[in-house]
C-alpha cells in the first residue's frame, strides 16, 4: 500500500474511532434488548390448535407446515442491509478522512516490483507497482508510478511524461531519458560502457554484421586453406578423432596462456614474447575454429575432408550464421524475444564450442605437423573431356 506517514497515522486514529463507536452502538443495543425483556409483555389469546410437528431450517421456522419467521427474517434482512450501509459509511469516513480529502490508495496484489530477464519491463499509464522494477538485457519504460527503484542493466530507461518514481532510476550500459513533469524523488544514474552509449541496434544493423562476419570467416578460411592445406587438414583430422581431448586441452589452454604472459612479462627479456603471444594464441585459435567449423560442414553434407575442406566450411560457417541471423530477426520486438534469445545462445554456445574444439585440436596437432599420414594431395584430376575445353584437364586447386 503507498499511504503517507499522515495517511497512516489518520487511519489509525479514524480505525480507533470507529471501533469505539461499534461498541458504543452494541452497548445502546444490549441496554434496549434487556429492557425490553424486562417489561412485561402482553398475553397473546389462545388460538386453541394443537402443534404436531415443529421444523427448524436455513430458511426459518415452520409450526405444523406453515413458516412463522416471516418478520423475523424480515427484521433480519433489514438489520443485515443496515449493518452493510454503516460498513460502507465507516469505510468511506476512513478513506476521506476528518478533512474530506481523498487520497487514493492501490494495491498490488501481483507482488513486490517487476523483475524481467532478457525482456523489457512497462508500467502503464495510471499503473502504480509496489516495489522496484528492474530488467536484466532489457529496457524498462515508466508511465506511471512506481514506489521503489527502476533499474536496467545492459539496457535504457525511459521515464515518459507525468511519470513518478519514488526511488533511484539507474541505467547501466544503455540510456537514461526523463519526459516533462517526471518526479524522481532518489537519484538518477547513468553508467555506460563507453562515451558513445548504444542501445539496442537496428534490425538490418545486426544482419549485417552476422554477415560481414560470415564474408570475412570464409575469406579468411581461403587464405588458411590456400597458404596451409596439410596444416589445417590435419587440425580437422584430430577435430574428428579425438574430440574429447582437443575440447578438454582448448579449455586448459586458456588458463595456460594467461599463466604464461605473466611468466614472461616477469622476465625483461621475454617482455617481446609476451607482447606476441596473445596475437599468437588468438590466430591460433581462430584458425582451429575454420578447422573445427569445416569438420561441422563434412559431418551437415557427409563428406570427407580430403575431398576439400571450402566447401565444408561454406556448409558450417553457414550454419552457425543462420542461427545468428534468426536470432537476430527476433530480437526487436518483446513478444519474440524468449525465441530470439534460444537462437543467438545457440550460435554464441557453437561458435565457442568451435573455437575450443579447434584450439586443442591445433596444439595436439603440433601446430599442424601431425599425423603425418595426413596429406593434402589436392582434388583428383578429372577425366579427359570433363575439363572446362574438350581433351582438358583441370589444374589441381586447394580447396
Not at 521503489?148 to 526511488?167: F, Y
Not at 574444439?357 to 570433363?386: K, N, Q
Amino acid at each position: 500500500m503507498s499511504a503517507s506517514w499522515r495517511s497512516r497515522q489518520r487511519l489509525q486514529s479514524l480505525g480507533a474511532t470507529a471501533i469505539a463507536g461499534l461498541a458504543a452502538l452494541v452497548l445502546v443495543l444490549g441496554v434496549g434488548a434487556a429492557s425490553g425483556a424486562s417489561r412485561p409483555k402482553p398475553a397473546s389469546p389462545d388460538s386453541g390448535s394443537q402443534v404436531t410437528r415443529v421444523r427448524v431450517t436455513d430458511g426459518g421456522v415452520y409450526v405444523n407446515g406453515e413458516a412463522i419467521a416471516d418478520s423475523a427474517e424480515q427484521e433480519t434482512r433489514d438489520w443485515t442491509s443496515k449493518r452493510d450501509r454503516m460498513r460502507h459509511r465507516i469505510r468511506n469516513h476512513i478513506r476521506t478522512g476528518m478533512s474530506g480529502e481523498y487520497e487514493r490508495v492501490r494495491i498490488n496484489d501481483s507482488g513486490a516490483g517487476i523483475v524481467r530477464l532478457w525482456s523489457d519491463a512497462h508500467v502503464s499509464r495510471g499503473d502504480t507497482v509496489d516495489g522496484d522494477v528492474v530488467a536484466v538485457f532489457g529496457s524498462v519504460t515508466v508511465e506511471g508510478a512506481v514506489t521503489g527503484d527502476v533499474v536496467a542493466v545492459l539496457g535504457s530507461v525511459h521515464l515518459k511524461d507525468g511519470a513518478r518514481v519514488d526511488g533511484s532510476a539507474v541505467s547501466v550500459g544503455g540510456r537514461l531519458e526523463q519526459g516533462q513533469g517526471v518526479t524522481v524523488k532518489g537519484e538518477t544514474v547513468q553508467v555506460g560502457f563507453s562515451p558513445i552509449t548504444l542501445g539496442l541496434p537496428a534490425r538490418s544493423v545486426i544482419l549485417f554484421a552476422i554477415a560481414a562476419g560470415w564474408l570475412v570467416s570464409m575469406f579468411t578460411g581461403w587464405i588458411f586453406a590456400l597458404l596451409f592445406p596439410t596444416g589445417m587438414l590435419r587440425v580437422g583430422t584430430v577435430v574428428e578423432r579425438r574430440p574429447a581431448a582437443s575440447f578438454f586441452v582448448g579449455i586448459l589452454s586458456m588458463p595456460a596462456c594467461l599463466v604464461a604472459l605473466v611468466l614472461l612479462c616477469i622476465t625483461v627479456i621475454g617482455i617481446p614474447l609476451a607482447v606476441l603471444l596473445p596475437m599468437v594464441y588468438m590466430l591460433m585459435g581462430y584458425g582451429g575454429q575454420l578447422a573445427a567449423t569445416a569438420v561441422l560442414g563434412a559431418r551437415l553434407t557427409r563428406r570427407s575432408l580430403s575431398g576439400g575442406m571450402m566447401m565444408p566450411l561454406f556448409v558450417g560457417s553457414l550454419f552457425v550464421a543462420l542461427l545468428l541471423g534468426i536470432g537476430g530477426l527476433l530480437l526487436v520486438g518483446s513478444a519474440s524475444q524468449p525465441v530470439a534469445l534460444f537462437f543467438l545462445v545457440s550460435g554464441c554456445l557453437l561458435l565457442l564450442g568451435l573455437g575450443t574444439l579447434g584450439t586443442g585440436a591445433f596444439l595436439l596437432s603440433r601446430f599442424g605437423t601431425r599425423p603425418r599420414e595426413v596429406i593434402w594431395h589436392g582434388h583428383d584430376p578429372l577425366p579427359a573431356g570433363v575439363g572446362p575445353l574438350a581433351g582438358q584437364v583441370s589444374p589441381p586447386a586447394t580447396g
